[in-house]
């Protein structure tokens, strides 16, 4: 694998004019609706609209221009996003899946028969035959 290397985080240092023209656009609503969060004002909102309006045109127009905060914007936002995303699965692992392990351990459950039996002569499990051809068809 010479040459290629396998990274964690692939940040986009070259966007396609097509992905600056929807960064452009995506600007616009994405300004308005932090304005409306952080309750800025009808003023804040009008001044935000007219950034966002400014770079999708300004994206539409001529892409290279918006090329520099697309990629600081990536910057910024992608180690945010490796920590969100170890965070929710942080947080899926202790809510579903630990209470889960934690009741089977609870009520003695061996699906996958891994307790060792000291007075079984052999561990093989018979096949059982299916009773029809159709049953194959059958996943349930």
Not at 80 to 88: F, K, N, Q, S
Request: net charge positive.
């Amino acid at each position: 694998m010479k040459g290629k290397q396998l990274r964690l985080v692939e940040i986009n240092w070259a966007p396609s004019p097509r992905q600056l023209r929807q960064f452009g656009v995506v600007c616009v609503f994405v300004l308005l609706l932090l304005g409306w969060l952080w309750n800025v004002g009808a003023s804040g909102l009008a001044v935000l609209l007219l950034v966002g309006s400014l770079v999708a045109v300004l994206s539409f127009a001529w892409p290279a221009a918006v090329k520099p905060l697309f990629v600081g914007l990536m910057l910024v936002a992608a180690p945010i996003g490796m920590v969100v995303g170890e965070l929710a699965m942080l947080l899926i692992f202790l809510g579903v899946f630990l209470p889960i392990s934690v009741i089977f351990k609870l009520i003695g459950r061996d699906a996958l028969r891994l307790k060792i039996d000291k007075n079984a002569t052999t561990y093989w499990q018979p096949k059982t035959e299916p009773k029809h051809v159709s049953s194959y068809y059958r996943r349930f």
